[in-house]
C-alpha cells in the first residue's frame, strides 16, 4: 500500500516537474539545459508517481509506449543531422528565426536533435526504472533449485 | 581513372543502421505479429543500402582515393573527423555483406520471443556502431562507438534472458567495461599530453610526446583493443559468454566484435606508434604465439560446437596480430607486406570462422543440442552441410585452395623473410593442431552413426527454412574458396589498403588539420603542445 | 597541489574500484565498476587545465579572450564535455548490469553466480547450512536450458516454470 502524502505529493509535484523539464529543454542549446537533463528530470516525474502509486498502474498506461518512444527519438536524432546534407554537410546545423506574437523564436536542427535525446532519455530511463521497481515485487524462483 | 565522392557518404554507414533500428524500434507499438516482419523487412533495406555504400566506398578506396569529412563542416581538429581509406572500406564492405548474409538465417532460426525482444533493431545498432568505429578520425569518438557497440552486443546477448545468458552477459559486460575504462583513460592521457583527440592531429604529434608517455598510450590502447580482440591474456570474455546466445548472435559475433578490435589495432599502431610497433615486436610475436596456442588447446577440451568454435577465434586472432607485429619490417616483399597479410586473413576469418558457426548453428538449431558426444552420423542426413562444413573447416586449418591457405601461406612467407623462425614454427603448429581439431570437430557432428534417436527437426521444417539456414554458410564458403583461388588479386587490394594504412603522411593530409586560432601560423602546433608539456 | 591531490583521488578511487571487483558479492561489483569509471572520469578532469571559479566560455571579443587565454583563466571545455558523454555512457552501462544483476538474482534466489554459488555449497564448507534445494549443478550455463530455448518450447509449462520467465505478451 502505497502513502497517503506521497500520493498528495505527486500529484503537486509531478506537473511541476513535467513543466520545469519542458523549460529546462526549451533553454538548451545556449544556457544550461538541453535535452538530455530534461530527460532525466522527466523520467524523475514519472518516478515520482511510480513511487506514489505503485509500478503497476504506471506500466499499464505507458508501459508499452516507452521503447517506441526511445525510437522515435532516436529517429529524430538521426533526422537532424541528416537535414544538414541539404545545406553542406552531415550534422550541419539549420537555424530558422521568425517573430511571433512579438517574440523572436529561434528554431533549428540542433533542436530537433536535443529533442530527440530528450525522448530516447526518457524512454530508456523509464524503461529502466519500471523494470527496477517491479523487480521488487516479483517472486523469487531459484530455477536451478528446482531444475532436476 | 579518378573518381570523385562526395564526402558527405561517409555519414551513411552510419546514418543508415541508425535510422532504420530507430523506425524498427516505433514499430514496437504494434502487435508483435506485425512489427517483427515489419522489422525484418526494415533490417532488409538497411543492410542493402549499408552494403551498396560499403560496396561504393570500396571501389572508390581500392583505386587509390581517400575520403575525410567534418562533421558540421567544423574545422579539422575542433569538429569530430570521419575518415575512409581501403582499409576501412574493406571492413565496411565485409562487416555489411555478414550482417546482410546473417539475416535470412536469423528469420529461419530466431523463436518468436528473441523477435519479438527486438533482435532486428539491436543487430542494426550493433552495424552501425561497427561502421562508426570504422569510419571514425577521432579517439574519443572511437570509444563512443566502441560503447555503442558493446551496448547492442549487451542486449543481443541477454536476448532471450534464460540464466545461462544472463550469467555469460554478466562476465561479457563486466570485462568489457574494464577494456572501455582504459581506452577511455588512454584518450585521457592523449587529451592531457597532447592536446587533442583527432587521429591525425595524434599522429602529427606523438614524436614530440615523451617517450614514456608515448608507451603508456600504446600500452593502454593495446590492452584496451586487445581486450576486445580477445588477444592472450584478456580473452575470458569470449569463451565464457559466446556459447551462450542464440547462435545467428554468436555468428553475427563472429564476424564483427573480435575483428573491430583487431582493426582499431591495425588502424591506430601503424598511425600512431610506427616506432614501437618495431620496438616491441618482441612483445607482440610473444603475445600472437600464446594467443594461438592457447586458442588452439583450450579449444581440444571443449565438448560442445560453439565452445570449442569460440576457443578457435581467439587461435585465429594470434595471427592477426603476427601479422601486424611484422607489419613495418622491410621485407623482400615490400613494407607494410605484413599488414596486408595480416588484414586478409582478417577478411578470411571473418568469413570462414562465421560460415563455421552459421553451419554448426544449424546442427544445433536442427538437432537441438550442440554437445558433440550427443551428435553424429548427420552426414547421410544433410550431405551439403557436411561438405560446406567441410570446407570451412579446412580452410580454418589453411589447406589450398581456400582462403586460409593464402593467408597463412602470406604470413609464414614474411616472418620466414624477417627471421622470425619461433613464429612462424608456432603458427605452423598451430595450424596442425587446428587441423587435428577441425577433423574432430566434423567427425563428431557428422560422422559415424547417429548417436541418439533424435531426429533431425529439418523432417518438419519447411523447405525454405532449410534454404534460409544454408544459405549464409554456402555463400561463405564460396567466397572462401574464391579468395583461396584469386589469392593474388585479393592480397594486391589488401596491399593497397596496407601501403594506405601506414601512410601517416597521407592520411594528415586527406583529414586537411587547420591551424588553431590565436596561434601564429609560424608556430608550429608544438608551441601549444609546449605549453601543455610544461604545465606542472 | 590540486593536481596531487586529484591524482591521489583517481589513484584511491581505481584501486578501491579494482579492489570491489575481485571482491565475491555482486553488488560490490557493480559499485567497483561505478568506482572505477569514476576514478577515470576524475582522471579525465585532471587532463584539462586546472582552473578554479573560471567558465569555459571565451568572450567574442578577440583582444579580451586572447588576454584570457593568456592569463589562463579560462576553462578547457573539452575534458568537461567528454566527462559528461563517459558519465552517461557508464550510467547506462551501470543501469544494464543492474538488471542483470537482479534478474540473475531472481533465478538463483541469492547474490552470487550460480556456479561460484555451487562451488562454495557443494565444496561441503563447514559454516554453511546444507540446503539440498540450493544443490546446483557446477556449470549452469550449459546446454540443459538451451536445448529447451531451440525448441521453441515456450508455451511448455514445464520449459515455462524452468525458464522462469513470463511471456510478455501485448496481444
Not at chain 2, 623473410?417 to 595450424?431: M, P, Q, R, Y
Not at chain 3, 571482491?23 to 569514476?38: D, F, N, P, Y
Request: hydrophobic share 55%.
Amino acid at each position: 500500500m502505497t502513502e497517503i502524502y506521497l500520493r498528495l505529493v505527486d500529484r503537486v509535484l509531478t506537473p511541476l516537474i513535467v513543466v520545469l523539464a519542458i523549460s529546462l529543454f526549451l533553454r538548451g542549446h545556449d544556457y544550461p539545459g538541453g535535452g538530455f537533463i530534461a530527460g532525466l528530470t522527466f523520467a524523475a516525474a514519472i518516478e515520482l508517481t511510480i513511487l506514489a502509486r505503485g509500478a503497476a498502474p504506471v506500466r499499464r498506461q505507458i508501459g508499452r509506449y516507452l521503447l517506441p518512444l526511445a525510437g522515435f527519438g532516436l529517429l529524430l536524432g538521426v533526422t537532424a543531422p541528416l537535414l544538414g546534407i541539404y545545406t553542406g554537410g552531415f550534422f550541419k546545423s539549420i537555424w530558422v528565426k521568425f517573430d511571433l506574437l512579438g517574440v523572436t523564436v529561434k528554431v533549428g536542427t540542433p533542436q530537433l536533435f536535443d529533442l530527440g535525446v530528450m525522448l530516447v532519455v526518457i524512454g530508456m530511463s523509464l524503461t529502466y526504472l519500471l523494470n527496477l521497481s517491479e523487480r521488487g515485487k516479483e517472486q523469487e524462483s531459484p530455477v536451478f533449485a528446482g531444475h532436476r | 581513372m579518378e573518381m570523385s565522392l562526395p564526402p558527405t557518404i561517409l555519414a551513411f554507414p552510419v546514418a543508415i543502421p541508425l535510422a532504420f533500428a530507430a523506425l524498427g524500434i516505433v514499430f514496437q507499438l504494434m502487435r508483435p505479429t506485425r512489427a517483427v516482419p515489419m522489422q525484418q523487412f526494415l533490417a532488409g533495406i538497411a543492410l542493402v543500402c549499408n552494403l551498396a555504400v560499403a560496396s561504393v566506398l570500396l571501389v572508390f578506396t581500392l583505386s587509390g582515393g581517400r575520403l575525410a569529412f567534418q562533421m558540421g563542416l567544423w574545422p579539422a581538429p575542433f569538429g569530430i573527423t570521419v575518415y575512409a581509406d581501403a582499409l576501412t572500406a574493406i571492413m565496411l564492405f565485409f562487416v555489411g555483406l555478414l550482417s546482410l548474409l546473417l539475416l535470412p538465417f536469423a528469420m529461419a532460426s530466431l523463436d518468436a520471443r528473441r523477435e519479438r525482444q527486438g533482435f532486428y533493431p539491436m543487430a542494426l545498432v550493433l552495424l552501425m556502431g561497427a561502421n562508426g568505429a570504422f569510419i571514425t578520425g577521432d579517439l574519443f569518438n572511437l570509444y563512443v562507438f566502441y560503447e555503442v557497440l558493446l551496448m547492442a552486443s549487451f542486449v543481443l546477448l541477454a536476448l532471450g534472458g534464460t540464466p545461462s545468458q544472463i550469467n555469460g552477459s554478466i562476465r561479457y559486460v563486466v570485462l568489457n567495461l574494464m577494456g572501455s575504462i582504459l581506452l577511455l583513460l588512454a584518450a585521457g592521457i592523449t587529451y592531457g599530453t597532447l592536446g587533442t583527440l583527432n587521429m591525425a592531429q595524434i599522429a602529427e604529434r606523438m614524436p614530440l610526446a615523451p617517450p614514456a608517455v608515448t608507451a603508456l598510450i600504446a600500452g593502454l590502447l593495446l590492452v584496451a583493443f586487445g581486450g576486445k580482440a580477445a588477444l592472450f591474456p584478456v580473452f575470458f570474455w569470449l569463451p565464457s559468454s559466446y556459447h551462450t546466445p542464440h547462435p545467428a548472435v554468436t555468428a553475427l559475433f563472429s564476424g564483427v566484435l573480435t575483428k573491430v578490435g583487431m582493426y582499431s589495432l591495425f588502424r591506430t599502431f601503424p598511425l600512431f606508434f610506427p616506432d614501437l610497433l618495431i620496438a616491441w615486436q618482441p612483445l607482440l610475436l610473444v603475445l600472437a604465439g600464446l594467443t594461438m596456442l592457447v586458442g588452439v588447446l583450450g579449444a581440444f577440451a571443449q565438448p560442445t560446437i560453439r565452445r570449442l568454435l569460440s576457443f578457435h577465434i581467439i587461435s585465429q586472432i594470434g595471427y592477426m596480430l603476427m601479422g601486424l607485429a611484422v607489419a613495418l619490417i622491410p621485407s623482400p616483399f615490400g613494407v607494410g607486406f605484413g599488414l596486408a597479410v595480416a588484414i586478409l586473413f582478417l577478411v578470411h576469418n571473418q568469413l570462414v570462422k562465421t560460415a563455421l558457426l552459421t553451419g554448426g548453428g544449424q546442427v544445433e538449431i536442427e538437432m537441438g543440442t550442440g554437445k558433440l558426444n550427443e551428435l553424429g552420423g548427420l552426414v547421410s542426413q544433410k550431405p551439403l552441410l557436411a561438405v560446406l562444413f567441410f570446407i570451412a573447416a579446412f580452410s580454418l586449418a589453411g589447406f589450398p585452395p581456400t582462403s586460409g591457405f593464402i593467408g597463412k601461406l602470406g604470413l609464414i612467407e614474411v616472418t620466414f623473410a624477417t627471421d622470425k623462425w619461433l613464429i612462424a614454427g608456432v603458427s605452423i603448429f598451430v595450424s596442425l593442431l587446428t587441423t587435428m581439431s577441425m577433423i574432430r570437430l566434423w567427425q563428431y557432428i557428422f560422422w559415424g552413426k547417429p548417436h541418439t534417436q533424435r531426429r533431425s527437426r529439418s523432417e518438419y521444417a519447411p523447405s525454405t527454412t532449410q534454404a534460409m539456414l544454408l544459405t549464409p554458410t554456402a555463400v561463405l564458403v564460396v567466397l572462401s574458396l574464391l579468395i583461396g583461388i584469386f589469392g593474388q588479386r585479393a592480397l594486391d587490394a589488401t596491399q593497397i589498403a596496407a601501403s594506405q594504412a601506414i601512410d601517416r603522411k597521407a592520411y594528415i593530409e586527406t583529414v586537411n588539420l587547420q591551424p588553431t586560432p590565436g596561434v601564429q601560423a609560424s608556430e608550429p602546433s608544438a608551441a601549444v603542445l609546449g605549453t601543455r608539456m610544461s604545465a606542472p | 597541489m590540486t593536481a596531487l591531490m586529484l591524482a591521489v583521488l583517481v589513484g584511491v578511487l581505481m584501486a578501491t574500484g579494482a579492489y570491489l571487483i575481485l571482491q565475491r558479492g555482486q553488488i560490490k561489483l557493480v559499485l567497483g565498476l561505478a568506482l572505477l569509471s569514476h576514478g577515470v572520469n576524475l582522471a579525465l578532469f585532471g587532463t584539462g587545465e586546472l582552473t578554479r571559479g573560471a567558465p569555459a566560455i571565451l568572450p567574442h571579443d578577440a583582444a579580451e579572450a586572447a588576454q584570457l587565454l593568456a592569463a589562463r583563466t579560462v576553462a578547457d571545455p573539452l575534458p568537461q564535455a567528454l566527462i559528461l558523454t563517459a558519465i552517461v555512457i557508464s550510467f547506462g552501462v551501470t543501469a544494464f548490469i543492474v538488471v542483470l544483476i537482479s534478474r540473475r538474482d531472481a533465478f538463483t534466489g541469492s547474490d552470487l553466480a550460480p556456479g561460484e554459488l555451487a562451488g562454495v555449497i557443494n565444496s561441503a564448507d563447514p559454516f554453511t547450512p546444507h540446503d539440498p534445494a540450493l544443490a546446483l549443478p557446477e556449470a549452469a550455463d550449459d546446454y540443459d536450458v538451451f536445448a529447451y530455448e531451440l525448441d521453441e518450447v515456450y508455451d511448455l509449462p514445464e520449459a515455462k516454470e524452468l525458464l522462469g520467465h513470463e511471456e510478455i505478451d501485448r496481444e
